[in-house]
């Protein structure tokens, strides 16, 4: 009985996606069809490719409310780089470095400078997108290769192009976190920073290495973005980070550190994708869904820690 | 009527049965200890008295009269209150506000009044004569620190119950007899004492009653004086213990480790050289704050040391940082589990590779059987009592959080180890255990320091035992040698 209970609230949030993508099925005829559905696969590649990268840094104990700039920052370069002629995996690549190079800042700055990394990415957040602003003055990139809007719009064997990568990055963070030394550090830092300092774990590049990660995925998450756009805004991703750091929270990350899971974010950021697509099928105002997103963060985030004093 | 009856109390986390036929009665006026393995129920059992934990099922009686406590406040309003093994202090406060937490005097606005807190604290602290000041930030104390706050909290407003739960288990022998001091003043008001302990020494000074949990059910209760320890103790292990644990002395080897005249600053060290050779324990006594934990932070590279040198097998090494230490080969099993020995919220398994992740590594990628199967091994060897090496280790009872620090530290193969208070919490079936491992090590070619407030245990396990007092070495005793030799060494003559 007990142990039911205990796995049951477990698998809370899967069973909340399940419920709520059955009950959007029951509540508009437009939800299951294979338009939406791609829809709304295309539309959480971006955040759950973000959140993805959000999830070994807050394993790590750390947290980069940065991302929504990186993300403006490597789609605006990547396709500037597109704009000067460079072939588009190049500029693809581009994109990502510049989203690894703006992660490996920011752990440098934690490590080096040891203040706290709320701190440290409050700040970045406003120089990565002021550095957005100060490349493109202000102006959107236009020209850009047609062949560029494969990566976010394109289909492979019928399925969006964007959730095979989705997939494939999502396995590639797994292992990194499960079955890698990497990961494991990862875990340990988060968990008791002390004792992995103690236990000879090489705390501070660990930690300059996960933000670098996360940084890159939010790269690949600009790329996608300015893709599905067609242009390179130096204001995409405003906002974003909450997004983000929702999806990881919902899926049974701690902001305290050494909790969290690749399978969890994922749910979690489907969950805030269904919300956002079904507010839109049933005509729920704008305003209103920010309303319904940020009461779930905060029912997400009770339940799980009801779960957990409980267990104590 | 007996102040406290508990019957047949179970408790369930998960999987794992932490009690099952948990009966107590506890009368005002007595000491009653509570005795057991690690992992036997006992700190469960007395959270439930306390309100932190809720049973499953079973009767709680207070006064005659059943109760449910929800919380440790309710349970302080009926006048039960707990000194925990491991401390629930907040880190950031001072120890006058740690003492008076959720307790404190308003004035008029609400207002804390800290000059009234503080004084307050000031006053009980001098009562009892604890080296601490109420203006201390908590989070800079040693264990033993805490563990004084902690008692410090539990007595300061009228209870009729106070659990102890391993009080001395971090203290030497002079603040173990102000606790005694404690413990027999509240007896003499008619407070009723439950004291849990490991400490085989203390039982007779301190104890009125006794009742003995195994696998979380009573399973002895009665006067003290009618049973002898070793029958005591076989209730509690359900098994013949060699009480004093005896070892073969090797001769030792070349030095593996030299201090030379090294001085902290910092941390008060003056001018501190000793040598650790191949094959021996060198056991290291002397009272809190002496500056023996400060002692293995320098070398461990935690401290950084302002003169002086440290040599590794004969050669000068420089060790700046932990990183730097475990690499050349020390390994420092610390005194504090739960800050700096353990992730709590991670798997046993987990905690055992953290030290030396390499080795369960192939081009970075992790061999998880492996890691299983030889945590494990290594928990078998140490009767660590757990589900299985995937168990959070926060969720282990106190004694077998140490063994998993312990056992952090064979798994990294080191050459030369710090122990600090290594037993600090373990049973006394498990702690033969890990003095056999330890001379397993010495025979392995390993040079170990043994840091111990614990006297008989350092006396029958180390070659030869160094004394530190107010950060220096003031001497070195063979084996052999006294606890009054021992004790003349670490306290201080006041020139009169
Ligand atoms: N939150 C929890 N989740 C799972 N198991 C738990 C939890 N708390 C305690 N246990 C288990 O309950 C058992 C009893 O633990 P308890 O802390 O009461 O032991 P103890 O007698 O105080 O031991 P020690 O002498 O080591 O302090 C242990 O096996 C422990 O692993
Ligand atoms: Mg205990």
């Known amino acids: ?312 | 009527m007996p102040l406290l009856e508990l019957q047949d109390i179970e408790k369930r986390f998960g999987g794992v049965t932490a009690l099952r036929g948990g009966n107590l009665t506890v009368n005002a006026g007595e000491v009653h200890l509570l005795l057991g393995e690690n992992g036997a129920g006992k700190s469960t059992l007395m959270k439930i008295v306390a309100g932190i934990v809720r049973r499953d099922a079973g009767k709680m009686l207070w006064n005659g009269s059943e109760v449910f406590l929800g919380s440790p406040s309710e349970a302080a309003a009926i006048g039960i209150a707990m000194v925990n093994q491991e401390s629930l202090l907040a880190p950031h406060m001072t120890v006058a506000e740690n003492i008076f937490l959720g307790r404190e005097e308003r004035n008029s606005f609400g207002w804390v009044n800290r000059r009234a807190i503080t004084e307050k604290a000031r006053h009980l602290i001098e009562q009892y004569g604890f080296p601490l000041q109420a203006e201390w930030r908590v989070d800079r104390l040693s264990p033993a620190g805490r563990q004084m706050v902690e008692i410090c909290r539990a007595i300061q407003h009228g209870s009729s119950l106070l659990i102890f739960d391993e009080p001395t288990s971090s203290l030497s022998d002079s603040e173990t007899r102000q606790v005694f001091r404690i413990v027999r003043d509240l007896k003499a008001r008619n407070m009723g004492i439950i004291y849990i302990t490991h400490r085989m020494d203390e039982l007779r000074v301190i104890g009125d009653r006794v009742t003995v949990l195994r696998d979380g059910g009573a399973v002895h209760t009665g006067n003290l004086a009618d049973i002898p320890t070793d029958q005591l103790i076989r209730h509690m292990v359900g098994r013949e213990v060699a009480q004093i644990y005896q070892r073969d002395h090797l001769t030792p080897g070349a030095p593996l480790l030299e201090v030379r005249n090294v001085s902290v600053e910092a941390s008060r060290l003056k001018n501190i050289s000793l040598t650790l050779r191949q094959g021996e324990i060198t056991g290291m006594a002397g009272l809190i704050g002496a500056g023996r934990t400060e002692l293995c932070r320098a070398i461990f590279g935690v401290d950084p040391v302002d003169s002086g040198e440290i040599l590794i097998e004969g050669k000068p090494a420089r060790l700046t940082s932990p990183r730097d230490a475990v690499q050349s080969g020390i390994a420092l099993v610390t005194e504090d589990r739960q800050i700096s020995g353990l992730a709590l919220r991670l798997p046993i398994g987990y905690n055992v590779t953290m030290a030396n992740v390499e080795r369960i590594s192939n081009f970075g990628f992790l061999d998880l059987k492996s890691e299983t199967a030889r945590s494990a091994e290594l928990g078998g060897k140490m009767r660590l009592k757990a589900a299985s090496p995937a168990q959070l280790a926060g969720t282990l009872s106190g004694g077998n959080q140490q063994k998993v620090v312990i056992a952090k530290w064979l798994f990294r193969e080191s050459r030369i180890f710090l122990f600090d208070e290594p037993t600090r919490g373990i049973d006394i079936g498990a702690k033969a255990e890990v003095f056999e491992l330890m001379s397993e090590l010495a025979r392995a070619g390993a040079a170990i320091l043994m840091v111990s407030s614990e006297l008989p245990e350092l006396m029958h396990v180390a070659d030869r035992i160094l004394v530190m007092r107010q950060g220096r070495l003031s001497g070195e005793l063979p084996r052999g040698c006294t606890q009054e030799q021992i004790m003349k060494l670490a306290v201080m003559e006041t020139a009169a």
């Open chain 1, 1 to 312: 009985m007990k142990i039911n209970k205990a796995m049951l609230q477990r698998l809370l949030p899967f069973l909340s996606l399940i419920i709520l993508f059955v009950a959007l099925s029951i509540a508009s005829p437009y939800f299951l069809t294979a338009n939406n559905l791609t829809s709304v696969a295309r539309q959480t590649a971006v955040f759950n490719t973000m959140a993805l990268g959000m999830t070994i840094v807050i394993i790590s104990g750390g947290i980069d409310l940065s991302v929504g700039s990186i993300l403006g920052l490597s789609g605006l370069i990547g396709t500037m780089a597109l704009e000067r002629g460079f072939p588009i995996a190049v500029g693809v690549l581009i994109g990502i470095a510049v989203g690894m190079l703006c992660g490996f800042l920011n752990g440098l700055l934690v490590t080096r400078l040891r203040i706290p990394p709320f701190v440290v990415t409050l700040g970045t957040l406003g120089i990565y997108r002021g550095a957005s602003l100060i490349f493109s003055n202000g102006l959107p990139v236009h020209k850009i290769p047609a062949g560029f809007s494969f990566l976010g719009e394109g289909s492979l064997l019928g399925i969006p192009f964007v959730a095979w990568m989705l997939v494939i990055c999502a396995v590639i963070v797994h292992v990194v976190l499960e079955h890698t030394r990497l990961g494991r550090y990862a875990f340990a830092i988060g968990s008791n920073k002390i004792a992995s300092v103690y236990a000879g774990i090489p705390v501070d590049f660990h930690i300059t290495a996960v933000y670098a990660i996360g940084g890159a995925l939010t790269g690949l998450a600009g790329m996608i973005e300015a893709s599905r756009l067609m242009t390179g805004q130096p204001t995409a991703g405003q906002g974003y980070e909450l997004q983000a750091i929702a999806a990881v929270v919902i899926g049974g990350g701690s902001l305290n550190g050494g909790e969290g899971s690749v399978i969890g974010t994922l749910i979690g950021a489907f969950i805030m994708g269904l919300l956002s697509n079904g507010a839109d099928l049933l005509n729920i105002s704008n305003y209103w869904q920010q309303v319904i997103i940020g009461s779930v963060i905060i029912l997400a985030v009770t339940l799980d820690e009801v779960r957990k004093r409980r267990a104590v």
